[in-house]
């Protein structure tokens, strides 16, 4: 009777720790999106991936797994839209920057989310500019793979998130020979070693170029990325009228790309030649991560914990006896 006793206590003490392992493990499925607006902004987040869009604006921080913070956090902010001009379609210097101009992340947005059962949309609209333009970045995330329309590229289902930039009615100057889109890439935590390099043909193709984000707390493995097509399509209304080259200049102002202990920022343009007057431009990037250049998936942690705990307690009692 006192054995059976101590069996039942036993057993009691063991599915005490393993309730919280079993519902650990019934709600770690590595799958699903969740979509929260707060004061600081809007947070999508996944099992393997948080993206922070900050204060509504094209302002872009994501980092690995689905923790409120991270030791590291990539960072793209799209920052100013300039109209450029020259003897050529290529953003050749910064002196090319010329026309009207607007301030991106000082700017009013309006913004709209949409949640669906195998996606969330969010997108920040700017209207109401000098010109009569409006600009879009359309914000998606998906819980299962997507191939873009009329590409072999694919969308990775929870670790990668695909927006389009969408220019509406942009009038251009009687000089501008295009148009620059100034960007910010960088790792802002800056409490680990982060690289961040541009891409070679090999590693891309002719299709994207992506910008890198490699890690020496992970082997110098490349972590995290912002990609973006080589192409853009060019819309009269609803009427596909001309697909254009995107071109992406640097201008690098001192020690860029590395930290901790320098800015550890890249300063990028995407630029696109003048398409005309009164139509509609629509460009796809998209940032995410590598997750198996992480050693642990995160939603996995309260499951090993859980385990290595209750495996202690049944080592305990059978001393015990």
Not at 68 to 78: G, L, R
Not at 107 to 134: F, H, K, P, Q, R
Not at 198 to 224: C, D, I, L, P, Q
Not at 243 to 254: H, L, M, R
Request: net charge negative.
């Amino acid at each position: 009777m006192i054995g059976n006793k101590k069996s039942m206590l036993s057993l009691s003490f063991i599915l005490l720790f393993l309730i919280p392992v079993i519902i650990s493990f019934a709600s770690a499925k590595p799958d699903g999106i969740t979509c929260e607006e707060g004061q600081g902004g809007i947070i999508i987040q996944t099992n393997y991936m948080t993206l922070k869009i900050v204060e509504s604006k094209p302002h872009f921080i994501w980092w690995n797994g689905n923790q409120s913070i991270a030791d590291e956090m990539y960072n793209v902010q799209f920052t100013k839209i300039q109209e450029f001009s020259g003897d050529d379609n290529i953003l050749d210097d910064k002196m090319e920057l010329t026309g009207i101009s607007y301030n991106l992340l000082t700017s009013d947005w309006v913004t709209e989310i949409d949640e669906g059962e195998n996606y969330v949309t969010v997108t920040l609209t700017l209207s109401g500019l000098a010109n009569g333009a409006e600009i879009q970045f359309v914000i998606n995330m998906y819980s299962e793979d997507k191939i873009i329309p009329g590409t072999d590229q694919i969308v990775e289902a929870l670790t990668e998130v695909k927006f389009d930039i969408i220019i509406n009615d942009w009038k251009f100057g009687p000089t501008a020979t295009g148009l620059a889109l100034q960007t910010f890439i960088l790792e802002s935590q800056q409490r680990n070693r982060v690289r961040i390099r541009n891409s070679t043909v090999s590693e891309n193709g002719n299709a994207t170029r992506t910008m890198f984000f490699e890690s020496e707390e992970y082997g110098s493995e490349k972590v995290a990325y912002y990609e973006w097509a080589n192409i853009a399509d060019i819309y009269d209304g609803a009427v596909k009228v001309d697909t254009i080259e995107v071109g992406s200049a640097f201008f690098f102002d001192g020690s860029e790309g590395m930290g901790p202990g320098v800015p550890g920022m890249t300063t990028m343009y995407l630029t696109y030649p003048n398409y005309g007057d009164d139509l509609s431009l629509v460009h796809d990037p998209s940032v995410g991560i590598y997750p198996e250049s992480f050693s642990v998936a995160l939603y996995t942690l309260p499951i090993i914990g859980g385990l290595l705990l209750t495996t202690g307690i049944v080592m305990i009692i059978r001393k015990r006896k």
